[in-house]
C-alpha cells in the first residue's frame, strides 16, 4: 500500500523569461517542493531546489519514474554511480536526454500530476 506524501507548498515568484527557458504551460500557483524519491508518475517538474536556489531546467517535463540503473548507457546516470545514498531516474526519454537521475533525498520544485488532473478537467 502506498505511503502518504507530504507537499510543500512554494510560491513562485519568478521564473526565467529568456531563450533558454520554455514559457511555462501550467500556472505554478499549486507548485510545490517535494523530495525527489517522493515523485510520483505525471507530476510536472519545474526545478531543482537548493540552498543556493532553484534551478529552473530549460523545460518543465512530466516525471516517469523508475528504477535507478548506473550502467544503463544514457551517459548521464553513470555520473551519481559513486553517489553514497539512494538515486532515483525522475524521467527517461526526454528529448534533451535519456534519464533524468537525482539523488533521492534532492528537493524539486512542482505541480503535483492530482493538481494538474483537476485544473484539466475543469477546463
Known amino acids: 500500500m502506498p505511503e502518504p506524501v507530504d507537499f510543500f507548498q512554494a510560491v513562485v515568484t519568478a521564473y526565467l523569461e529568456d531563450a533558454d527557458h520554455a514559457p511555462l504551460l501550467h500556472d505554478p500557483v499549486h ?3 517535494a523530495r ?3 515523485v510520483t508518475e505525471g507530476d ?3 526545478a531543482g531546489v537548493g540552498m543556493g ?3 529552473y531546467f530549460n523545460d ?3 516525471a516517469r519514474p523508475e528504477p535507478y540503473d548506473p550502467a544503463c548507457g544514457c551517459g548521464v546516470c553513470c555520473h551519481l554511480a559513486a553517489h553514497p545514498g539512494a538515486v532515483v531516474v525522475l524521467s527517461n526519454g526526454h528529448p534533451w536526454h535519456a534519464c533524468d537521475p537525482c539523488p533521492a533525498d534532492d528537493l524539486v520544485l512542482l505541480i503535483p500530476a492530482h493538481r494538474l488532473l483537476e485544473r484539466t478537467a475543469k477546463e
Do not use: E, M, P, S
Open 31 to 33: 507548485a510545490r517542493v
Open 36 to 38: 525527489a524519491d517522493d
Open 60 to 62: 518543465q517535463y512530466t
Open 44 to 46: 510536472l517538474i519545474f
Open 53 to 55: 536556489g532553484t534551478d
